[in-house]
């Protein structure tokens, strides 16, 4: 399973690639509004800054207009910003539109706003490169996020689609392993959350041992 960073905050994304184990990056307007980015100009300057950072890795990029022209427009666009940008395209009609003609002309896409096993197969007919189902929202509306990973992975299998699955809205250390569990292909997960994998009181208490040890050696 990959692990992208779901953040636009530069010093964050650093420490996860610093980390070593970092395949990529997505953002969304909220992400990008919260580090103050405004204006198209700071907006295409920050996707390259995120690229540099990341090097080899994907960095999903948001559309923020909702008709198939504009949509393909801005796309175009922040496509040609790096080879590693994926436009991010959301579940609606005229999306799923853009999502067909930018696998016709060759350039990646990341459908988001995903909240059904229905929204991921029209994701995957259209082509998209990865669906992205927000499984911590789902949570907080009281259905099950991983059950509707596993309902993808196992749809996906039995028909042969190659679009892959990214696991979005983490909230926890938990949902990532979860995820994987269930046959995601990507997590796209806060920092807090890739760092809590890190944690277990048994390691502290045996790591503090071992140090105390050491000093008789
Ligand atoms: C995915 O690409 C989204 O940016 C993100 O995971 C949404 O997460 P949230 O529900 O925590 O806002």
């Known amino acids: 399973m990959k692990f992208f960073i779901d953040t636009a905050n530069l010093a964050q994304i650093?420490?996860?690639?610093?980390?070593?184990?970092?395949?990529?990056?997505?953002?969304n307007p909220s992400l990008m509004a919260k580090e103050g980015i405004k204006g198209e100009a700071a907006i295409l300057q920050h996707y390259k800054d995120i690229c540099e950072i990341v090097g080899e890795g994907d960095v999903s990029a948001e559309v923020l207009s909702t008709?198939?022209?504009s949509i393909i427009e801005e796309g175009k666009k922040l496509a040609a910003i790096d080879s590693n940008i994926v436009v991010k395209v959301p579940m609606i009609k005229d999306g799923v539109k853009a999502i067909k003609w930018f696998t016709?002309?060759?350039i990646r896409t990341n459908c988001t706003l995903v909240f059904s096993a229905g929204q991921a197969i029209l994701a995957a007919k259209a082509g998209a490169t990865y669906?992205?189902?927000?499984?911590?929202r789902i949570d907080d509306s009281s259905w099950d996020g991983v059950e509707l990973i596993a309902q993808i992975a196992q749809i996906y299998s039995?028909?042969?689609f190659k679009t892959e699955i990214l696991a979005a809205s983490i909230r926890n250390a938990l949902h990532i392993v979860k995820c994987a569990e269930a046959g995601a292909d990507v997590c796209t997960?806060?920092?807090d959350s890739i760092l809590g994998l890190?944690?277990?009181p048994l390691t502290d208490i045996g790591l503090a041992k071992f140090l105390e040890d050491a000093k008789k050696m």
């Not at 650093?14 to 953002?27: F, M, N, R, S, Y």
């Open 14 to 27: 650093q420490e996860a690639h610093d980390l070593g184990i970092l395949d990529g990056v997505t953002t």
């Open 67 to 69: 008709d198939f022209a």
């Open 104 to 106: 016709d002309n060759n």
């Open 131 to 136: 669906v992205s189902p927000f499984i911590g």
């Open 158 to 160: 039995i028909q042969g």
């Open 189 to 191: 997960c806060p920092l």
């Open 198 to 200: 890190l944690k277990h």
